[in-house]
């Protein structure tokens, strides 16, 4: 494992789909450095998804991550955080999250053809604290 850094929140994401029965699930560690310099491991794994691909479920584990850690019963104090670091194995969100971020909303999500993107409704949406 990587040198962690204080004050900052790891969450190490990964998402998988069975093809028969088309079955996809998700699970997220989330990791930290406590007062003492020794990492502090949370896992979860919650319940999967029918119909679900593989790209939907490396997605799925980013928003379930997040949303939990963000969320009124969070197992984090997020109040000891500067900052969060997704850590992904998932080729297609690491590449796509800038062009998410900075491309798609001007193009209203849309390809060049006026094609929707793929998987841009999220199963869950987050909600931040302001």
Request: proline content about 6%; hydrophobic content about 35%; some cysteine.
């Amino acid at each position: 494992m990587e040198q962690l850094e204080e004050k900052v929140l790891n969450i190490y994401t990964d998402g998988s789909c069975y093809e028969s029965p088309r079955m996809g699930g998700v699970g997220y560690l989330f990791v930290s450095v406590d007062e003492q310099g020794q990492p502090r491991i949370h896992e979860e794994r919650p319940p999967g998804w029918r119909s679900a691909t593989n790209n939907q479920m490396e997605l799925q584990a980013c928003i379930e991550a997040l949303s939990l850690a963000l969320g009124r019963h969070s197992p984090i104090d997020m109040a000891k955080f500067d900052k969060i670091v997704i850590r992904t194995d998932s080729q297609y969100v690491a590449d796509n999250f800038d062009k998410a971020k900075f491309e798609w909303p001007g193009t209203r999500w849309t390809t060049r053809g006026g094609a929707p993107f793929a998987n841009t409704t999220p199963f869950l949406t987050i909600s931040t604290r302001g």
